[in-house]
């Protein structure tokens, strides 16, 4: 199998000089099936082990889908959100023991005095709903405004739940500062305690993982290697997938492949000694969302390729990686449909699932055409 790791030398030439073979028209045929439509700006989804799967809106709910029964109704039991720009209701996962403990843990913008701010909270699923719901995690960056929450979640091999945060857009310079939660990547226990092997446990931050970052949302462990790999979006340009690694400063806003949106200079740096090097950008922005590595037998080239909503440029995007581990080439499909991709999931049985994000969001399954 083609394991999509790279040493640092390399990461750093790569990301660099940019050099990645890119094909805008796809050998392959793909069919894809309209399973749901009429959703509220869907934003994240996970398959429970019945075969069903969870989906959340970002105004607020929790839908089931059954392949036979189609989407329910929104689930009972959800908490307020501050759905407001891009904050809302988003990212969901389940607890890796869910057949004995029906828990699930869903990341969302958290109203308060002052703001909102992304909070993880857990609870227990039943067939019509939430019960005992509790936040495990609240982020101390409250803002009174609606943007770069972050708020993907991932639980690696050892079963410590990763949580992306965003840095809140105006305070970007907090994202050097591991003694808070803008712009970090935070690791925690399914009880929302803090790993006593986490690299700032010790100080006013505990659950930081990483740092540095802008707005990640994105967010996967690989099956075999169990790294984590992680997405943020850059401003105009600088769009970037990191290998993320315990205690690693990521760079911004010191360095980035990116401007302003007003065409200013945020800074004049791509590198510098002790951050980290993407291990791959883009300039100009795709505005990535979700991602995950593909894993199955249906699409058999694809194994180990990593799969990229892009919401600007309205595709699904696969980059793959050479025996070496260098990215060798990406590919868009769909780019025809003309649709806004925010998360993107392989199934059990290897097709590829994927959510639209519009007021008439779609749950979209994708396999090979005959």
Known sequence: MKRPHLPV????????????????????????????????????????PSGEMLITERSGQIRR????????????????????????????????DFANNQQIYFCYSRPTTGGSSSSVAKATLNANGLTDVKDIFVADSVVDNGFHFGCRLAFDQSNHLFVTLGDRYKYMKEAQNPANHYGKIVRIKSDGSVPADNPFADG??????????????????????????????????????????????????????????????????????????????WDPSIAPSGMTFYHGDLFKDWQGDLLVGALKFRHLRRISFNETGE????????????????????????????????????????????
């Open 204 to 281: 006013k931050a505990p659950e930081v993982y990483s740092y540095g970052h802008r707005n990640v949302q994105g967010l996967t462990i690989h099956l075999q290697t169990g790294e984590v790999w992680a997405m943020e979006h850059g401003p105009k340009g600088g769009d970037e997938v990191n290998l993320i690694k315990a205690g690693n400063n990521y760079g911004w806003p010191v360095i980035t492949y990116g401007i302003d949106y007003n065409g200013s200079i945020i800074s004049d740096k791509t590198a510098q000694q002790g951050m980290e090097q993407p291990v791959l950008y």
């Open 327 to 370: 990215v060798e080439s990406q590919t868009e499909y769909l780019r025809d449909r003309n649709e806004r991709i925010r998360d993107v999931e392989v199934g059990p049985n290897g097709m590829i699932y994927l959510l639209t994000d519009e007021d008439n969001g779609k749950l979209l399954q994708v396999m090979p055409a005959q």
């Open 9 to 48: 030398a390399k990461l750093t030439a790569l990301a660099i000089a940019g050099a990645v073979a890119f094909s805008s028209q796809a050998a392959e045929k793909l069919a894809v099936n309209e399973l749901a439509t009429g959703l509220d700006h869907p934003w994240g989804m996970t398959f429970l």
């Open 65 to 96: 889908f059954n392949f036979a029964t189609g989407l329910s109704k929104p689930l009972d039991g959800v908490p307020a959100v501050a759905a407001a720009n891009q904050g809302g209701l988003l990212d969901i996962t389940v607890d890796p």
